[in-house]
Nanobody
Framework: QAQVVESGGGLVQPGGSLRLVCAASGSIFGFATMAWYRQAPGNQRELVAAIQRGGASNYLDSVKGRFTISRDNAKNTVYLQMNSLKPEDTAVYYC????????WGQGVQVTVSS
């Protein structure tokens, strides 16, 4: 079964950084636009960043200039480098294709708090 496994979350102070990692299975990875999503308590899941197989990317306005999405097609892995974190970035972060091909993983908790 095609699946993704996210890692790298944690507790960080405002202004800090974290790097999330998503390892995906299946040959579809190399062809798919991959994305990071997040869901805060009481909110719907939202798209944070997406990256096409060739590397073109786009971002949620509130994270532009702070987050960077990247991918390694040889390793079936996608990354999210998060800098200058804010308390409002607190959420569970998930990865999937833009079309939600994979079964949703457990996600990783990111908590930004002093």
């Amino acid at each position: 079964q095609a699946q993704v496994v996210e890692s790298g979350g944690g507790l960080v102070q405002p202004g800090g950084s974290l790097r999330l990692v998503c390892a995906a299975s299946g040959s579809i990875f190399g062809f798919a636009t991959m994305a990071w999503y997040r869901q805060a308590p009481g909110n719907q899941r939202e798209l944070v960043a997406a990256i096409q197989r060739g590397g073109a990317s786009n971002y949620l306005d509130s994270v532009k200039g702070r987050f960077t999405i990247s991918r390694d097609n040889a390793k079936n892995t996608v990354y999210l480098q998060m800098n200058s974190l804010k308390p409002e970035d607190t959420a569970v972060y998930y990865c999937n294709t833009l079309s939600n091909y994979y079964s949703w993983g457990q996600g990783v908790q990111v908590t930004v708090s002093s």
